[in-house]
């Protein structure tokens, strides 16, 4: 049997042809599709993670736009809202990191490892341990380490630093960092809200 010389197999062969061609584009759009959502997953973007009117919310003032530059130890993305109050600048500044951009800088192989190390280093050293709390309930895991908010949900890391403008009179120095460390715990606590379902 030689198709070649059958008008029939011909025929069906050109039927065939038109279907055939539409099931090829449409597992070439589903696999761009997949690839996109896989560079989705791995890139990191602070300011796309929690925007300027997210800021302003969090804040309760006007804030600039973000300004966005790449983040080191960890590699990732950093983000930062600023206002002036009293001649002063306030504000917040996020960090996003992502297993991906973590293992790519070359000196931690994931979230997970930075976590524990960081986690490690600030309950072996006297000053720091005293200012950790352990976070539940927040993503994987999270700690507040006195300055800042650390947060993993898979394979994303995130670090919340709020610098909040400080309303009051204290007695001395030490009230009034003991009172902004709570204010700025608070206020990474509530931008986390946010963040946190965003997160893949």
């Excluded at 507040?144 to 007695?171: C, F, Q």
Aim: proline fraction near 4%; glycine fraction near 8%; hydrophobic fraction near 45%.
């Amino acid at each position: 049997m030689i198709w070649a010389d059958d008008p029939v197999k011909k025929t069906s062969l050109s039927c065939h042809r038109p279907r055939l061609f539409s099931l090829m584009a449409a597992v070439a759009f589903l696999c761009a599709m997949t690839s996109g959502l896989v560079r989705a997953a791995d890139s990191a973007d602070a300011c796309l993670l929690f925007s300027q009117a997210d800021a302003s919310g969090l804040l309760l003032k006007d804030v600039s736009p973000g300004i966005s530059r790449a983040a080191t130890l960890p590699a990732g993305s950093s983000c930062r809202y600023t206002y002036s109050e009293g001649g002063e600048v306030y504000g917040l500044t996020l960090v996003h990191c992502t297993d991906a951009t973590i293992a790519e800088e070359g000196v931690h192989d994931s979230a997970a490892e930075v976590m524990s190390r960081q986690l490690r280093a600030r309950k072996g050293n006297e000053t720091a341990s005293s200012l950790l709390r352990i976070l539940p309930a927040m993503g994987d895991e999270a700690f507040w380490d006195g300055t800042s908010l650390w947060m993993r949900k898979g394979a994303h890391l995130v670090r919340i630093t709020p610098n909040p403008h400080l309303e009051g009179a204290y007695a001395d120095m030490a009230a009034a960092d003991a009172a902004r460390r709570e204010s700025s715990l608070g206020l990474a606590v509530q931008a986390s809200e946010t963040i946190l379902p965003r997160l893949p």
